[in-house]
Nanobody, 130 residues
Framework: QVQLVESGGGLVQAGGSLRLSCSAS????????MGWFRQTPGKEREFVAS????????YYQASVKGRFTISRENAKNMVYLQMNSLKPEDTAVYYC???????????????????????WGQGTQVTVSS
């Protein structure tokens, strides 16, 4: 059984930074791509960033590109999301997710599809004040 536990959320002023962490267990972590998604009340959960199993490729939502960085440490079963230059519109609950299948996925943009992920953390709140 996969378990994902996020940490690092909190309240920060606009322009500030936060680093989210996600600890994974239950699968061979180094074989699975990982992603970060976020959700605000009344809206669907949206893709933020993802990273391939090796860490060799990273993908970002356009609105966070250049401000957020996803990374992973396979030896520690950890994935991170460094968030800089935060904006009030980044306020959301952030979720860590693991892909349902090991290796790579096929299809343009597949790393951003919610359907590619079958394991989710409980979420961590990020609030950016203006």
């Amino acid at each position: 059984q996969v378990q994902l536990v996020e940490s690092g959320g909190g309240l920060v002023q606009a322009g500030g930074s936060l680093r989210l962490s996600c600890s994974a267990s239950g699968r061979t972590f180094s074989s699975y791509g990982m992603g970060w998604f976020r959700q605000t009340p009344g809206k669907e959960r949206e893709f933020v960033a993802s990273i391939t199993f090796s860490g060799g490729q990273k993908y970002y939502q356009a609105s966070v590109k250049g401000r957020f960085t996803i990374s992973r440490e396979n030896a520690k079963n950890m994935v991170y999301l460094q968030m800089n230059s935060l904006k009030p519109e980044d306020t959301a609950v952030y979720y860590c997710a693991m892909r349902r299948r090991p290796g790579t996925c096929s299809g343009s943009g597949c790393y951003s599809w919610r359907s590619e992920y079958d394991s989710w953390g409980q979420g961590t709140q990020v609030t950016v004040s203006s």
